[in-house]
């Protein structure tokens, strides 16, 4: 029997949940709290899964996440939160989690989200899912306005030549520099050369 423990501030949803738990032969759900400072001072067992919303009172299900899977090494934590932001799935998948589900899944799929992870799966709800597929896709390269010279200019710029050291390297002059660099302004819509090598880093250009 699977021990699993909520940290939920919604108290229908969270007592919803336990109950619902609690019904099932293969789950045992005996804590149900609203914070992640009330579970770490009220809980003497380990958890073989926690639920945990992120948007909690006081520490933060992603603050929190942390410290539990320090105190908690072999347990799971699967995020149930209304946020879908990049920022809160990728922050909470890269400090521990096991799996993200949003709060409109379905009870009974939260039960199975919770079976996947006995057989090595990391749950997420569809969108979620998608977000994290899109994230690890090749990014399209993004076309540049600018010519194969003005980019072996901006390469100077970045390496931080002067415009005399630039004219001498491409063997142009000092004037055919500056008439470039006034062309890359205009088409990068910049007006310095720090944000010129900034764009560069960026990898806009």
Excluded: W
Aim: aromatic fraction near 6%; glycine fraction near 6%; include cysteine.
């Amino acid at each position: 029997m699977k021990k699993i423990a909520i940290i939920e501030d919604d108290i229908e949803l969270k007592e919803l949940l336990q109950r619902y738990l609690n019904m099932q032969p293969e789950f045992e759900c005996e804590t149900a709290v609203e914070s992640v400072e009330e579970f770490l001072e009220e809980n003497e067992s380990v958890p073989d899964v926690i639920l945990s919303d992120i948007g909690l009172p006081g520490m933060s299900g992603i603050e929190g996440l942390k410290i539990l899977k320090k105190r908690f090494p072999g347990t799971e934590v699967v995020m149930l939160s209304v946020h879908d932001d990049s920022d809160s799935v990728f922050n909470s998948l890269c400090n521990g989690a096991s799996g993200y589900l949003l709060k409109n899944t379905p009870i009974d799929q939260i039960k199975e989200s919770i079976n996947i992870l006995s057989a090595g799966g990391s749950p997420m709800s569809p969108n979620i899912a998608r977000r994290v597929i899109d994230y690890f896709k090749p990014k399209k390269q993004i076309e540049s306005p600018l010519s194969e010279r003005e980019k072996e200019i901006v390469q100077g710029l970045v390496d931080g030549l002067s415009y005399k050291m630039i004219a001498d390297k491409l063997f142009i002059s000092i004037d055919t520099v500056r008439q470039h660099i006034r062309n890359i302004y205009r088409k990068l819509d910049v007006n310095s050369k720090a944000e010129v090598i900034s764009k560069s880093f960026r990898g806009e250009i």
